[in-house]
């Protein structure tokens, strides 16, 4: 559905001038025009943090891609036109303990350093025997690491996408949500706001003729007024790739794909008309 969005400026009414002995050039009128399609969304897009724990670096990054590859293998039995675009991917140490607002530590002296290998053998064996993480006691020492990644899933199946976050948060995304909804074919959408963009500007253009004691002439001239701004509505997804992930080895290093995001841009008509007195 074509919604109209009239705003016109008129920049000028010029008098022709001789560019020829006998030939002057028409009066012309020059106004600046939008225009806005309403289409239902094809695609919807779905944002989340995905986390991977371990010990050692190794187990962390192995953890965040065998997560990877699960919640992405599930959410392409809900839909298996969606893509997979990441953002970025981080990593960083845990720390436990007494640790500064750095994790660094605090005050270590010998009674200290007898309390932290104490405890350190305290975090193995509750490790070794229970599985239950160690509780933070003691001076600061690494705990863990965790690797981390930004995602974005396109989904074509616009209904699915409800279910597909809470598919993705029981496989352990965190803060998973419908981020936005948008369009595939941006060139569809483009060309009705581009033709609703010319009736509003041939409608005040008219107006604007009428109010001077003209009629309205000949089109003369259409302008792309494009100056690179960002729209959602404009959002080129359809030519986002999808994410291959490779399969983990036992030897580092542990792969984990990546993709870019896509550009979005918009775009505003100049429409000059002559005018005839």
Do not use: W
Not at 103 to 132: K, P, Q
């Amino acid at each position: 559905m074509i919604r109209m969005n009239t705003i016109a400026v008129v920049l000028a009414i010029v008098p022709g001038a001789a560019i020829a002995q006998d030939v002057p050039s028409p009066n012309t009128i020059r106004v600046i025009a939008t225009g806005k399609a309403s289409t239902p969304p094809d695609v919807a897009t779905i944002d989340m943090t995905i986390r991977g724990e371990g010990r050692t670096p190794d187990a962390a990054t192995k953890s965040l891609a065998d997560r990877q590859k699960a919640i992405f293998g599930a959410l392409q039995k809900l839909d298996p036109k969606l893509t997979v675009n990441t953002g970025s991917i981080g990593f960083r140490e845990v720390r436990i303990g007494r640790c500064d607002a750095n994790g660094g530590m605090l005050g270590l002296d010998l009674a200290d350093a007898a309390e932290r290998m104490e405890a350190m053998t305290d975090d193995l064996s509750t490790g070794a025997n229970s599985g239950v993480p160690a509780q933070p006691k003691g001076p600061c020492r690494l705990s863990g690491h965790i690797a981390q990644s930004e995602t974005e899933i396109v989904m074509a199946s616009v209904k699915d996408a409800g279910t597909a976050v809470g598919l993705a948060g029981r496989l352990g995304a965190a803060n998973a949500r419908i981020g936005s909804f948008g369009l595939r074919d941006t060139a569809a959408a483009i060309r009705s706001a581009s033709a609703d963009a010319m009736r509003n500007a041939r409608i005040r253009a008219e107006l604007l003729a009428t109010a001077s004691g003209s009629r309205l002439g000949a089109l003369i001239s259409v302008m792309d007024n494009d100056v690179g701004g960002r729209d959602a509505f404009y959002r080129p997804l359809g030519i986002a790739p999808r994410i291959v992930m490779t399969s983990v080895q036992a030897s580092p290093p542990v792969e984990v794909a990546v993709s870019p995001k896509p550009v979005e841009t918009n775009a505003q008509l100049i429409v000059t008309f002559a005018i005839v007195k």
